[in-house]
């Protein structure tokens, strides 16, 4: 089976740029969870989505916004790009709200010029 | 609200030595507590957890961990240390009483370099 995928995996965006970035789960999960990871720290908390809901907010700024489809697929977006939000972005899924075993993808690294 | 300090930013052994890995949390009741594990260019791969229960718990590749509610501490150990186990190992505990469940909150890491 086909674990949490990511794409893309490598992005290079200017500061003030838009930026999507796409998620798709493991089948049969529903919930899926964003994370930021800076270089030399360990990854923080963005979003969590359920049943296209979401269903907690870390602190991060409105620029962050996150949507999840029909197909439990989730996308991130990130507005007016900071040199700041450069990092390894993390998706997981888990199999309900509930579910406390997340499964992380590879991630998408977003270097912003 | 949650924390996780891992104490040693960077540890250094032989191969065949043994390892262990500090973890210390803050949270108000019984915590859910993960160890994951990076290597470079990858995500993350859940090792083991702690739900409840027996509190040595057992992992993938050998390792274990043991936690400790006086000491509010989960580390992790392995008896003798493979070249391949060389990676960065993340303490994590997951928010079960709260509102975001899905949330969880990691250590800064430590990184794992094995000698030959």
């Known amino acids: 089976d086909a674990g949490v995928t990511q794409s893309p995996t490598h992005l290079i965006k200017t500061r003030g740029q838009h930026v999507t970035l796409r998620c798709s789960p493991i089948s049969g999960h529903k919930s899926v969870s964003w994370y930021q990871q800076v270089l030399g720290q360990g990854p923080q908390f963005i979003f969590q989505?359920?049943?296209?809901?979401?269903?907690g907010r870390g602190n991060f700024p409105d620029r962050f916004s996150a949507r999840q489809f029909p197909n439990y697929s989730s996308e991130l977006n990130v507005n007016a790009l900071l040199l700041g939000d450069s990092a390894l972005y993390l998706c997981?899924?888990?199999?309900?709200?509930?579910?406390?075993?997340?499964?992380f993808g590879a991630g998408t690294r977003l270097s912003v010029l | 609200a949650q924390s996780v300090t891992q104490p040693d930013i960077h540890i250094t052994v032989s191969e065949g030595a043994s390892l262990e890995l500090r973890c210390n949390y803050s949270?108000?009741?019984?915590?859910?507590l993960f160890w994951y594990v990076q290597s470079p260019g990858q995500g993350l791969q859940l090792l083991l957890k702690y739900f409840s229960g027996d509190t040595l718990v057992q992992g993938i590749k050998g390792f274990e961990a043991e936690f400790k509610r006086s000491q509010s501490s989960f580390n992790l150990r392995k008896p003798s240390v493979h070249w391949s186990d060389a990676a960065e190992y993340f303490c994590a505990v997951g928010d079960a009483g709260g509102t975001s469940y899905g949330k969880l909150t990691f250590g800064q890491g430590t990184i794992l370099t094995v000698h030959p």
């Open positions: 997981a899924s888990s199999f309900s709200l509930r579910a406390q075993i997340q499964y």
């Open positions: 989505y359920y049943e296209k809901e979401e269903r």
């Open positions: 949270y108000g009741a019984t915590p859910y």
